[in-house]
């Protein structure tokens, strides 16, 4: 088996709510995915779908409601804080806004090196390692002895990206880290990602709304509606043929490069449901163009719908006409 197809992330059934036990919000409800070692995963859905909250979750920086969350195969919710905390340098995260996530009253060289003193690395050792980890993202040697403020939010978040690998990592998760950045700079950060995975093997979780950077940067997709898993599959097939209707809305409504584009809009009905109160059924019934009668009976589960491709909807299928939008099977054709 190669490395790219084994899990190093299994993520079984995971629940997070919030609130009270009679009114909870229902942050995450029963997502199940993995992640291969060696694959950046992304996970995409709109403000409140989430997101952040599964990669908090999956980290144990917040505790689950239910579920697993495996990390080769063991479960992190058994570890106790003091093997808890030896994991930690195998598990990082680079935080959505770079210039919060970083002390204002620390020198850069004091950030790195508190990241490598917390996890072990002789003192000796550490100023070395910090000028390669500043090379490693494009940073130079003189910029250790700034402060944040001095710094652009590009070059923020380059710091914050070092902090991460600061303790050679196996697994990542990356939270929006695009979203804080001015859209001129976005572009430099996305390829210094592409470069690092690459150059380094990185395994991520890569949160973001950008369907275009997704689509550039990962191996596969999670898809997310309100808390609850859509649709996953490789990304070159998502993007070409989606299965779920949200997932057709979502690439639908993405803005398109190209003028002369005429990809159809698929007009969605009403505002997102509150978490604490979803629909019965699928909870993307209220708003899907194509729901029926039988979709407000179960939850449709996450099918197999094809070789790798996963959808929860009774009326998704590959097989489908693309160009057709009639009964069951449905699919837009929205990127044939």
Same mark, same amino acid.
């Given at each position: 088996?190669?490395?790219?197809?084994?899990?190093?992330?299994?993520?079984? *059934?995971?629940?997070?709510?919030?609130?009270?036990?009679?009114?909870?919000?229902? !942050?995450?409800?029963?997502?199940?995915?993995? &992640?291969?070692?060696?694959?950046?995963?992304?996970?995409?859905?709109?403000?409140?779908?989430?997101?952040?909250?599964?990669?908090?979750?999956?980290?144990?920086?917040?505790?689950?409601?239910?579920?697993?969350?495996?990390?080769?195969g063991g479960d992190l919710a058994a570890?106790?804080? /003091?093997?808890?905390?030896?994991?930690?340098? #195998?598990?990082?995260?680079?935080?959505?806004?770079?210039? =919060?996530?970083?002390?204002?009253?620390? +020198?850069?060289?004091?950030?790195?090196?508190?990241?490598?003193?917390? *996890?072990?690395? =002789?003192?000796?050792?550490?100023?070395?390692?910090?000028?390669?980890?500043?090379?490693?993202?494009?940073?130079?040697? /003189? *910029?250790?002895?700034?402060?944040?403020?001095?710094?652009?939010?590009?070059?923020?978040?380059?710091?914050?990206? !070092?902090?991460?690998?600061a303790v050679e990592p196996e697994f990542?998760?990356?939270?929006?880290?695009?979203?804080?950045?001015?859209?001129?700079?976005?572009?430099?950060?996305?390829?210094?990602?592409?470069?690092?995975?690459?150059?380094?093997?990185?395994?991520?979780?890569?949160?973001?709304?950008?369907?275009?950077?997704?689509?550039?940067?990962?191996?596969?997709?999670?898809?997310?509606?309100?808390?609850?898993?859509?649709?996953?599959?490789?990304?070159?097939?998502?993007?070409?043929?989606?299965?779920?209707?949200?997932?057709?809305?979502?690439?639908?409504?993405?803005? #398109? $490069?190209?003028?002369?584009?005429?990809?159809?809009?698929? $007009?969605? #009905?009403?505002? &997102?449901?509150?978490?604490?109160?979803?629909?019965?059924?699928?909870?993307? +019934?209220?708003?899907?163009?194509?729901? &029926?009668?039988?979709?407000?009976?179960?939850?449709?589960?996450?099918?197999?719908?094809?070789?790798?491709?996963?959808?929860?909807? &009774?009326?998704?299928?590959?097989?489908?006409?693309?160009?057709?939008?009639?009964?069951?099977?449905?699919?837009?054709?929205?990127?044939?």
């Amino acid at each position: 088996m190669s490395a790219i197809e084994t899990p190093l992330i299994e993520v079984r *059934h995971l629940k997070r709510y919030f609130g009270s036990a009679d009114k909870p919000v229902r !942050a995450v409800d029963d997502v199940s995915f993995e &992640i291969r070692a060696g694959e950046t995963l992304g996970l995409v859905g709109e403000s409140g779908s989430g997101k952040s909250t599964i990669g908090r979750t999956v980290l144990r920086l917040i505790e689950r409601t239910g579920g697993q969350v495996l990390y080769r195969g063991g479960d992190l919710a058994a570890l106790s804080a /003091e093997r808890m905390r030896k994991l930690r340098s #195998k598990l990082q995260i680079i935080f959505q806004d770079p210039y =919060a996530s970083l002390n204002p009253k620390m +020198r850069i060289s004091a950030i790195l090196d508190e990241a490598l003193a917390t *996890h072990g690395l =002789a003192k000796g050792r550490r100023n070395e390692r910090i000028a390669e980890l500043l090379d490693l993202v494009g940073l130079r040697p /003189e *910029h250790a002895s700034r402060f944040p403020h001095e710094f652009s939010g590009g070059q923020r978040q380059r710091i914050g990206i !070092a902090r991460a690998l600061a303790v050679e990592p196996e697994f990542i998760v990356a939270d929006e880290p695009l979203s804080a950045l001015d859209v001129s700079i976005q572009a430099q950060v996305i390829n210094l990602l592409a470069e690092l995975r690459e150059r380094l093997s990185l395994t991520m979780l890569f949160i973001s709304h950008d369907l275009d950077v997704v689509e550039y940067l990962c191996d596969r997709v999670v898809v997310l509606y309100l808390g609850r898993v859509m649709e996953v599959s490789t990304t070159a097939e998502l993007f070409a043929r989606p299965l779920h209707p949200y997932t057709q809305a979502l690439l639908a409504a993405s803005p #398109k $490069p190209d003028p002369l584009d005429k990809t159809e809009v698929i $007009p969605l #009905k009403g505002d &997102i449901p509150s978490p604490m109160n979803p629909p019965s059924g699928c909870v993307f +019934r209220t708003r899907c163009p194509k729901a &029926i009668d039988a979709c407000a009976q179960t939850i449709p589960p996450l099918e197999e719908k094809a070789p790798g491709r996963f959808s929860a909807c &009774i009326l998704s299928s590959p097989d489908a006409n693309p160009g057709s939008t009639d009964g069951p099977g449905w699919t837009s054709g929205l990127r044939p």
